[in-house]
Each structure stands twice: as structure tokens, then as C-alpha cells.
């Protein structure tokens, strides 16, 4: 059995009622539920996190390293500032998909940069919740 960690950065606590012309109306509560769902499905076991800091994002990553077989991650605002995220990345050694519910590349240029994109295996971008059942199956079928 697969032991994904799927870790949620700034602002997704409020998911939901967070401008929800961009975001939509779906929870982070509603993409837990799927994910565990999915993981289910496919004969895998899920730990969900959230947290608005940096360094908590950072420590999620060093832990999984021991305890994880990969980590689904959502690093928010962080994905357009963070080098010490990228570099946590490169640290550990387990398979990590960055995935946004927004189209990055289509928003402000701002967005269009992902420091720990350049240390994941892949990117899902732009498609809502689904975001992260794609990101799901991907990286169990990569680790198999
Ligand atoms: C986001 C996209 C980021 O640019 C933004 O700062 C977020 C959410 C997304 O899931 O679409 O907070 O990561």
C-alpha cells in the first residue's frame, strides 16, 4: 500500500469562499473526501495537511521523507516565491507533482513561475479538484 502526502499551502484553508470566481466553490474538506476516495480505488493510503507557513510546509516535506512514498503538494503563493521549497524538494528523495486548481500559465505573470516545479516530477495545473486526482494517479502509476 502507497502512502501519498498530499500538503496544502497559504490561503487553501479557505477554499470554498476564497474567490470562488477563480477557485470555485469546492472545499479543501471536498478534495480530501474525493482524494481518500480515489485512494481507495486504488489501494493507497493518504495523510492530509495544510498550513499557512512556510517552514511547516518545509518540515511536511523532510518528515515524508521517512514516512511517504511520494507527496501530491499545492505549495499556493509559495510557488511563485520559494526557493527553500524547491530545495526541500531536491532533498528528499521521494516523487513529488506540484498541482494548482488554477491555470498558472493563464493568470498574471507572476504566476507563471514555479521555483519547486523545477525539483517535481510534474506539474497539474488548471483543472479544479481534478487537479488532484490526476496528480493522484500519476504518481501511483509512477510508482509502480
Ligand atoms: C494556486 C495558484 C497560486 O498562484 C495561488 O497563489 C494560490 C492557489 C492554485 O491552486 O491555483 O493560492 O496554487
Known sequence: MKKILVLNGPNLNLLGERETQVYGKTTL???????????????????????NSESGLIDAIHNAKDTCDGIILNPAAFTHTSIALMDAIAAVKIPVIEVHLSNIHAREDFRHV?????????????????????ALRALIDFLH
Not at 474538506?29 to 498550513?51: G, M, R, S, V, W
Not at 521555483?115 to 488548471?126: D, M, N, T
Open 29 to 51: 474538506n471536498d478534495i480530501k473526501t474525493e482524494l481518500n476516495c480515489l485512494a481507495n480505488e486504488l489501494h493507497a493510503e493518504i495523510q492530509f495537511f495544510q498550513t
Open 114 to 134: 514555479s521555483y519547486p516545479a523545477r525539483a517535481c516530477i510534474g506539474q497539474i495545473s488548471g483543472f479544479g479538484k481534478n487537479s488532484y486526482t490526476l
